[in-house]
């Protein structure tokens, strides 16, 4: 089915497929991606369960997330696109259309928008956010700032933990932070319990902050959120 020696990736959903690489194969399955490292033979396949909703069976809708590459070494930021999209659809297919409609393209690399060497820009696989196995599989989402600036490095272990929490204020902590030497640095590191994709969001802008804003939520509503990063003016 993918052959050995390929580093192609594939998306498979529902018997068709989506191009990751430089050719194409088609698998039949259901929801599924496959993983082929030939450094090591394996071929891993990851499959995609939709969520229901378990009083009345029916599929709940979903926050799906779409993340920007800044192939050719830029980002697209206009009144719809960013670095990354959160949209509230009732299926990854609806998710996909409602992103194409905001202007998100696919296979750009091969149709020549987008630098063969950095990748195609977006890439649709809308992967449903789910805050609550986020923080059972992961016990919460790690938090981490690098204590390498010069005003960092006499810092004692005390302050960095004190400055981590006074930044993620009113987070409630499952793993609390501690300063740790890693790679030679010191970092402050620690996990908090994912309450909502507000949060979500707002915590992934402040680690990345390359775009304004970083993130936005397109609610089934139509309403929008813009979130920024706090650490970028």
């Avoid at 690489?21 to 399955?29: A, H, L, P, V």
């Avoid at 932070?177 to 507000?198: A, F, T």
């Avoid at 969001?201 to 804003?213: E, I, M």
Wanted: hydrophobic share 30%; glycine share 10%; charged share 30%.
């Amino acid at each position: 089915m993918i052959g050995a020696g390929s580093m192609e990736t594939f998306q498979i959903i529902n018997g068709d497929h989506t191009k990751l690489g430089n050719t194409t194969e088609k698998i039949n399955g259901k929801n599924r991606k496959y993983f082929f490292f030939p450094e090591i033979g394996i071929t891993f396949v990851k499959i995609k369960e939709m969520a229901t909703n378990k009083k009345s069976g029916s599929a709940e809708s979903k926050f799906y997330e779409f993340s920007q590459n800044n192939t050719g070494g830029s980002f697209v930021t206009d009144s719809n696109l960013c670095h990354r999209l959160f949209i509230e659809a009732d299926s990854e297919e609806e998710a996909i259309s409602k992103a194409e409609n905001l202007g998100c393209y696919w296979n750009g690399v091969d149709e020549g928008s987008d630098c063969p060497c950095c990748g195609d820009r977006w890439y649709p696989l809308g992967d449903a956010v789910d805050i609550e196995n986020m923080n059972k599989r992961w016990g919460g989402y790690e938090i981490s700032e690098w204590l390498t600036e010069k005003k960092d490095a006499s810092i004692s272990g005390e302050d960095a933990i004190k400055g981590l929490k006074s930044r993620y204020n009113g987070s409630e902590w499952l793993t609390e932070p501690i300063v740790e030497n890693k790679y030679g640095s010191r970092r402050v590191i620690g996990k908090i319990k994912l309450n909502s994709i507000e949060q979500y969001a707002q915590v992934l802008a402040d680690l990345f902050g390359w775009t304004k804003p970083d993130c936005r939520i397109f609610y089934k509503d139509g309403k929008v959120k813009e979130v920024y990063s706090s650490k970028v003016k």
